[in-house]
């Protein structure tokens, strides 16, 4: 089993166990809220028990977003199916808005008609007591399993617990206003817990807004890629480092600089092991290097200089008629100009003798160089390297 499908399972493993603890929990809270809430006539505690209702559909949300989202890639999702967690995180953000803003409005024809509520029992009291302390110790567990696999739905399913506590601490306050006198304290403390809930949906609901609008991963996050770019033998310098996130995970697409003047199956190594490298960043779930002999800043554009058909057939225009052959030539396309290096074929001196050199010498490299719009122009054979044209005798 690979790391990244290793780290998958346990995300996926712990995403279950996390949330099925919570649908438990929540079941048995959402009841004791709605059932005493209407019993002991306290609004801040049906409120906050359609709250616990709506942390029951999130928890779905999340089974069904962490089943999808571990699905291989197929040819509809060429890079897998991570972004259904953002999609889900997006879906419980506008659930959480909507649920936000019927406690608004209920709380708020409640405060306009106070004479019509009852008087709240003490038993309201005690279970927003027990939600509070159930709710906090459920946090705790969730967010310490979220932070450990590294999963943002799971974070975002974390703090809901969290706003939950934060909801029914507000709840017992609004309640024990209401026991001593202070009708209102009920109805406002379910319009606080109304806007707290919908204020947690937007920020939910606005990240995964952002994520599924290519966001990259932040500052820290690319200079740590950077670094491992950097570190990899071969790389002399990264350049247009971009990052996408897929959910909890993000695409690298980086170029990287190399020496020029190497071969392609190198340069291609060198990439290879740098993509290798980057890879096992655990926020990584695909990387895409591209290799450039220079910074792109510098380099010249394509057709500024001629291609490689053009090139050849005049080297060996040029060489054909000394009846001297080509084993190699290849072709530099550098901001310092167009170099070209021409390799004759190593039994060649042993064919023609001195006669090898005296050809060469009569071959005019500089009309040659002139032709191509060359910058530099090398011979490379058994006897000597030349960068012009030998002296004519």
Known sequence: MSLSTARAKEKQDVARTTTWTSIALNCVLSTAQLTVGFIAHSQALLADGVHSLSDLVSDFIVLIANHRSAAAPDHDHNYGHSRYETVASLFLGGLLIAVGAGMLWRAGTRVLNLDDIPPVHASALVVALIVLVSKEALFRYMLRAAERVRSALLVANAWHARSDAASSLVVALGIIGSLAGLKFFDPIAAALVGFMVGKMGWSFAWD????????????????????????????????ELRTRKMGDLAIVDAHILVDPRISVSEGHFIAESA?????????????????????DALNPLPGNFPL??????????????????????????????????????????????????????????????????????????????????????
Not at 211 to 233: K, M, Y
Not at 345 to 362: F, I, T, V, W
Not at 385 to 391: G, H, I, M, S, V
């Open 275 to 295: 993509r290798a490298h980057v890879m096992t960043d655990p926020r990584v779930i695909d990387a895409l290097i591209h290799v450039d002999p220079e910074s």
């Open 308 to 393: 490689r058909s053009t090139a050849m057939d005049a080297v060996r225009a040029a060489f054909g008629a000394e009846s001297l052959p080509i084993e190699e030539l290849n072709l530099h396309y550098l901001s310092s100009g167009f170099d070209i290096d021409i390799v004759l074929p190593a039994h060649l001196p042993d064919q023609l003798g001195e006669d090898a050199a005296a050809r060469l010498a009569r071959i005019d490299i500089d009309a040659l160089k002139r032709k191509l719009g060359a910058h530099e122009l090398r011979v490379t054979h058994a006897l000597r390297t030349t960068r012009d044209a030998p002296a004519r005798p």
């Open 208 to 239: 995964a807004l952002q994520d599924l609008s290519d966001r990259a991963l932040d500052q820290t996050a690319a200079a740590d890629l950077r670094a491992i770019l950097l570190g990899t033998p071969g790389v002399r310098e990264v350049h």
